[in-house]
C-alpha cells in the first residue's frame, strides 16, 4: 500500500468500528424508550454518529483489503503555446487560423 500507514489505518478502522457498535446500542435504547423531545435529538444525534463511523469504517476497511494497484506513469502535458505548430496528417505545416479545426 503506497502512501498509507497500515498501522494507523488499522487503529483508526477498529476505532470507527467500536463507535459504531456503541451507537448501534444507544440507537436501540433510544428507539425503545418513551417518545419525548429529549429522546428524539438523542436518537438523531446517535443515528449521525452511527452512520458517520460506519462509512468511514467501510471507506478505510476497502482501502485496507483493496488488492494493491500498480505504480502509474505520470503524464508529461506541454502547454500549446505560440512555438507549437500545427500539422496535418502528413506532419506538414498547415495554415490554420483560429478557432476549432482551423475553421474561420
Do not use: N
Amino acid at each position: 500500500m503506497d502512501g498509507i500507514d497500515v498501522r494507523r489505518a488499522r487503529s483508526w478502522f477498529w476505532g470507527l468500528t467500536l463507535t459504531a457498535v456503541a451507537a448501534m446500542g444507544g440507537l436501540y435504547r433510544e428507539l425503545h424508550g418513551t417518545p419525548g423531545p429529549v429522546t428524539g435529538l438523542l436518537t438523531l444525534l446517535t443515528a449521525l454518529v452511527l452512520a458517520a463511523s460506519a462509512t468511514q469504517a467501510a471507506r478505510i476497511l476497502a482501502k485496507l483489503a483493496a488488492p494493491p494497484r500498480p505504480p502509474t506513469r505520470r503524464r508529461v502535458h506541454r502547454c500549446r503555446g505560440a512555438e507549437t505548430r500545427r500539422t496535418g496528417m502528413d506532419g506538414a505545416p498547415t495554415a490554420a487560423g483560429p478557432g476549432r479545426h482551423g475553421r474561420r
